[in-house]
């Protein structure tokens, strides 16, 4: 995918990196935001990761592990979402899930993320193979979560 095919294209760029979706209104902490809380770096606040992104996809930056690491680092917890004054706002996380996205159809996801995945499909089948050989319907407890990408993994 390029940049100009992004769906977000036209707003990504509004971020300007002012940092209060990573704090919470009095100051008090810095947990607003998970990733950030933990890592204590700007690349894994929101701000920071849409940036990383938009860089990415401008082809300013390339694809590595660590970007995708800070890209999945996201647990799309919306609180960014509560806190950025900016119209934009509903659309961070989505911005950061199209990235997520564009990353599976590439292939290119963290190794834990892709050993977990794997893992999941794994599961899937071999409850589908019970199901069958017990002659019962296959069990969809996993369908419907996006399994099906899985296969691209
Ligand atoms: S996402 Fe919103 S609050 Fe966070 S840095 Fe960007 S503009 Fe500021
Ligand atoms: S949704 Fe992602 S970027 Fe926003 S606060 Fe949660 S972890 Fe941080």
Redesign the pocket.
């Known amino acids: 995918m390029t940049f100009m095919e992004y769906k977000y294209k036209d707003i990504i760029h509004r971020c300007f990196r002012c940092g209060y979706?990573?704090f919470p209104t009095d100051w008090s902490t810095v947990t607003?935001?998970?990733?950030?809380a933990r890592y204590r770096m700007e690349s894994y606040?929101?701000g920071g990761?849409l940036w990383l992104i938009r860089a990415w996809l401008n082809d300013e930056l390339q694809w590595s592990e660590n970007l995708a690491k800070i890209v999945y680092?996201?647990?799309?917890?919306?609180?960014?979402?509560e806190k950025c004054p900016l119209s934009f706002n509903d659309d961070?996380?989505n911005m950061?899930v199209a990235a997520k996205t564009e990353m599976v159809e590439m292939g290119t996801l963290p190794k834990p993320v892709k050993t977990f995945l794997q893992n999941v499909q794994l599961i899937r089948d071999f409850r589908q193979k019970k199901s069958r050989l017990d002659g019962r319907a296959e069990d969809s407890t996993l369908q419907g979560a996006g399994v099906s990408l899985l296969r691209r993994v």
Do not use: F, G, L
């Open positions: 979706c990573k607003n935001c998970p990733s950030y606040s929101a990761r680092s996201c647990v799309s917890c919306k609180n960014c979402v961070i996380v950061v």
